[in-house]
């Protein structure tokens, strides 16, 4: 069975300090997505990036940047000198072919970031 | 604008009453999937379709219904059996094959 472990319930970082967060996850498929969604205090989940698992090269985007390493199955989210506007839930998700041949995702628990002014 | 809606953003349910989530997305997708929240907790699924008329009970189903009359559709209906329904539920679409999973903004139900 898939899982993905978010270790860090909450973490609290003040403004422009960098901030990584973890994601370990398990599967026994050679096929799969990994993703990262952030949750906003108003509840909507917002995509920000989706890996296969046949690609690990490091990707950054502005201030986000994500280390994906199959040796340790991990993805690992990093915010580069952070805001106060990254303040939110995080979760990392996996995604394998289900037995109904459905992407099923499973989630982690989240993170929870705070940044504070 | 593309997108997921969903209706209303506060649901209240009374003892022994059914109440329906809508969710519309004028995305194309043929994917729909309904999520339940809990506080703390990651999203568990309900139930999920991947074409118009059918659907399939996800790892949380009990106590819910759907119907996929319409490829934009994907009402979910919270019945007197489920009794715990205080969540936050999420609708989400996608493409088919491992597509990525894009969520509408959300309702938030509870319990008079």
């Known amino acids: 069975a898939q899982k993905v472990t978010q270790a860090q319930t909450e973490i609290s970082v003040v403004e422009k300090e960098d901030v990584t967060l973890d994601c370990v996850y398990e599967?026994?498929?050679?096929?799969?997505?990994l993703f990262w969604y952030k949750q906003p205090p108003s509840g909507e989940l917002v995509f920000l990036i989706r890996?296969?698992?046949?690609?690990?090269q490091n990707e950054i985007s502005g201030r986000y940047s994500w280390n994906f390493q199959k040796s340790t199955s991990s993805f690992n989210f990093t915010i580069t000198a952070s805001q106060v506007v990254d303040s939110a839930v995080y979760f990392c998700?996996?995604?394998?072919?289900?037995?109904?041949?459905?992407?099923?995702?499973?989630f982690g628990t989240g993170t929870k970031l705070q940044v504070i002014p | 604008d593309g997108g997921i809606t969903q209706s209303p953003k506060y649901l209240f349910r009374k003892e022994g009453q059914n109440v329906t989530l809508s969710c519309e997305q004028n995305?194309?997708?043929?994917?729909m999937y309904w999520y339940r929240q809990d506080p703390g907790q990651g999203l568990r699924l309900i139930y999920y379709s991947q074409i118009v008329n059918d659907f399939q009970k996800g790892d949380i189903a009990e106590g819910y219904s759907v119907s996929r009359e319409k490829k934009e559709s994907f009402p979910l209906t919270v019945t007197s059996a489920q009794k715990n329904p205080t969540a936050f539920y999420l609708c989400?679409?996608?493409?088919?094959?491992?597509?990525?999973?894009?969520f509408g903004p959300g309702t938030r139900l509870l319990v008079l």
């Open positions: 599967t026994r498929d050679t096929t799969y997505y």
């Open positions: 890996r296969n698992s046949f690609d690990e």
């Open positions: 989400a679409s996608s493409g088919l094959r491992q597509e990525t999973q894009y």
């Open positions: 995305l194309n997708h043929d994917a």
């Open positions: 998700a996996l995604s394998e072919v289900g037995s109904g041949g459905y992407q099923k995702v499973t």
